[in-house]
């Protein structure tokens, strides 16, 4: 198994358990804010596996064309 399908099955395994977390103990819930983090974290490694570690490589709010909004 490749790092990159390693990486999405763990971000897969943390999302379902949030889910679960969410479920049981609301959006509040220190554990929700846990796992909420953890699943960041390995976005964050995952997008670092793609796009580097220049944030100019990655769309931002001020970089997004809106069409008129």
């Known amino acids: 198994m ?6 999405r ?4 395994e ?3 358990e949030l889910n ?3 479920y049981q103990y609301g959006l509040g819930h220190p554990c929700f804010i846990r ?3 953890v699943l960041d974290e390995l ?3 995952y997008n670092r ?3 580097g ?3 100019e490589c990655l769309p931002t709010v001020s970089n997004l064309q809106y069409g008129g909004y």
């Open 43 to 45: 976005i964050n490694q």
């Open 20 to 22: 679960n977390l969410q």
């Open 49 to 51: 596996m793609f796009y």
């Open 35 to 37: 796992q909420s983090m």
């Open 53 to 55: 570690q220049t944030r």
């Open 14 to 16: 943390v999302r379902r």
């Open 2 to 7: 490749s790092i990159e399908e390693s990486l």
């Open 9 to 12: 099955n763990a971000m897969e």
